[in-house]
């Protein structure tokens, strides 16, 4: 069915009020009978945290630093979890001076080792962690965004900043413990005419099906210098990370930010933050070297801001996991679940109703999911908080 302009405009104007009062419903709903259990590590069916039991990770004006930001979170093969943040030292500002920390848990996230710093340059910034293990060395992999501490966005996309953005990779062979020096690798990712360039940030993957089993898997995003626009895209490993090559560009240019997800049938899912009103994708029949035209997801409301994107297993069939702030604002952190491959999104778990950004997701044992997410009582910037959640639960 073909819809003219102004009834196309009318239709998602439609579909965001739908979104909206579904998301009004599912709140009430859960408020009305969760009865609440609202500890970091939910297996009894708590739904929708309080501020006052916020678990954090990291937060803010501790530790030497202003602010904690940009959360990323994955598991090793030894069962530590590994929760990645931007360390902002001065301010909550998106550069200046910011390095990349980690927090280690030998016990699923009940309890965390202290900070260990990845990579500090001076007053440079360090960020956008996306990391993914290489199942054959069991290495755990980092793949780093980098620029000069007073460049911020508009210079660096105005071609008046004194450097540009820049992309790196270190991994660590010891469970997360030491790194080692960050490698850059921009000349085989970023081509010359772009300008701001982030990896993730999330986690990244390793496909596991078919072909293309073994490449590692990177989203990231650019803007174009002279057109002002972004796309986002992917970077891929087939060697276990000692290269790295440019893969396929989404033909989008309003989408930055991006996760990635192998489906069902061996096919990626690249989900994208969209300026939209709803979260845009597209999928790729050849392990990301191409993408299909991107399309709205009308099931997944996007405030602009960035969310994650999980593939795993579920009683014995595939399944999708996707976490973001499900409203028109920077609020309701929630969970949803597909069974087919993100066709539809039929069951949620509402997080937390208050302030809250960005999230990452990874699998624990015995069908738990672990959150780590932004969120606080005034402001989703008052610290990273994590939570697991019983994958049962979900409604």
């Not at 910011?98 to 260990?116: C, E, F, L, Y």
């Not at 030491?178 to 993730?200: C, L, Q, R």
């Not at 099906?209 to 002279?226: H, T």
């Not at 709205?296 to 014995?316: E, F, K, M, R, T």
Request: proline residues 4%; aromatic residues 10%; charged residues 20%.
């Amino acid at each position: 069915m073909y819809l003219k302009p102004h009834s196309m405009k009318l239709f998602k104007i439609f579909m965001v009020f739908t979104a909206l009062l579904m998301t009004v419903f599912l709140t009430r709903c859960s408020k009305s009978s969760s009865g609440g259990n609202n500890t970091g590590n939910d297996t009894t069916g708590g739904n929708n945290q309080s501020a006052d039991t916020l678990t954090y990770v990291y937060k803010t004006g501790t530790e030497g630093y202003s602010c904690f930001r940009i959360p990323a979170l994955i598991r090793s093969p030894k069962g530590t979890l590994l929760a990645f943040a931007e360390g902002r030292k001065n301010s909550c500002a998106d550069n200046g001076d910011i390095n990349m920390v980690v927090k280690r848990s030998k016990d699923n996230g009940i309890t965390w080792d202290t900070t260990i710093t990845i990579w500090n340059d001076g007053k440079n910034t360090c960020g956008n962690p996306v990391p993914v293990i290489d199942e054959q060395s069991g290495n755990i992999i980092l793949l780093m965004s980098w620029n000069y501490g007073p460049d911020d966005i508009g210079a660096i996309n105005a071609g008046t900043s004194k450097d540009t953005r820049r992309a790196f990779v270190t991994s660590s062979s010891d469970d997360g413990i030491t790194w080692s020096t960050p490698k850059e690798i921009t000349d085989s990712v970023k081509k010359s005419g772009w300008g701001w360039y982030a990896t993730g940030p999330c986690h990244g993957l390793q496909m596991k099906q078919a072909k293309y089993a073994g490449r590692i898997v990177i989203p990231c995003d650019y803007i174009d210098l002279s057109t002002k626009k972004g796309s986002s895209h992917i970077i891929y490993s087939d060697d276990h990370g000692a290269s790295w090559k440019l893969g396929g560009i989404c033909q989008t240019d309003n989408t930055n930010e991006c996760t990635v997800a192998e489906l069902s049938n061996g096919q990626l899912m690249l989900n994208m933050r969209s300026s939209t009103g709803f979260r845009q994708v597209a999928t790729s029949s050849d392990g990301g070297i191409t993408w299909s035209a991107p399309r709205q997801d009308y099931n997944l409301i996007d405030p602009v801001c960035q969310g994650s994107l999980l593939n795993g297993q579920y009683n014995g069939a595939w399944q999708l996991f996707f976490s973001n702030c499900f409203n028109t604002t920077r609020t309701n952190m929630a969970v949803r679940m597909s069974s087919n491959d993100g066709t539809n999104w039929s069951k949620i778990y509402k997080v937390y109703d208050g302030p809250s950004a960005y999230s990452d997701l990874v699998l624990l044992p015995n069908d738990q999911l672990g959150l780590l997410y932004e969120a606080g009582k005034s402001s989703p910037y008052e610290g990273i908080a994590f939570k697991s959640i019983a994958v049962n639960k979900f409604k």
